[in-house]
Nanobody
């Protein structure tokens, strides 16, 4: 069974870099054609797609976050990571990782089949 689990700091200071990791079990992140994505949901807002890394290693980013976001993977550990630079308090949200059967450059292309439970991140000094 495929499982995803987010991990990372619950509290990040403003202007710092947020780093989160999604550990995947039950499947290799290099297998077949899947998209491993990061999303977030701030209080009172809709869930927002941030970007993804495909099983072939290609990355996709939400355009307005592109300059501050970096998604990478460690195939030996079967996990992928999100780095969000220069965070501000409005980056406080629950961050999710998910796997999608379909994906691409637009959030509308994604069809998710597995999700992590989410992890709360607060940006505050």
């Amino acid at each position: 069974q495929v499982q995803l689990q987010e991990s990372g700091p619950g509290l990040v200071a403003p202007s710092q870099t947020l780093t989160l990791t999604c550990s995947v079990s039950g499947v290799s992140i290099t297998a077949d054609i899947y998209y491993y994505a990061w999303l977030r949901q701030a209080p009172g807002k809709e869930r927002e797609w941030m970007g993804a890394i495909a099983s072939d290693g290609y990355t996709y980013y939400e355009p307005y976050l592109n300059s501050r976001t970096y998604i990478s993977r460690d195939t030996s550990k079967n996990h992928f990571s999100l780095q969000l630079c220069s965070v501000t308090p409005d980056a406080s949200a629950v961050y999710y990782c998910a796997r999608a059967k379909k994906g691409g450059y637009s959030s509308r292309q994604y069809q998710y089949d597995y999700w992590g439970p989410g992890t709360q991140v607060t940006v505050s000094s």
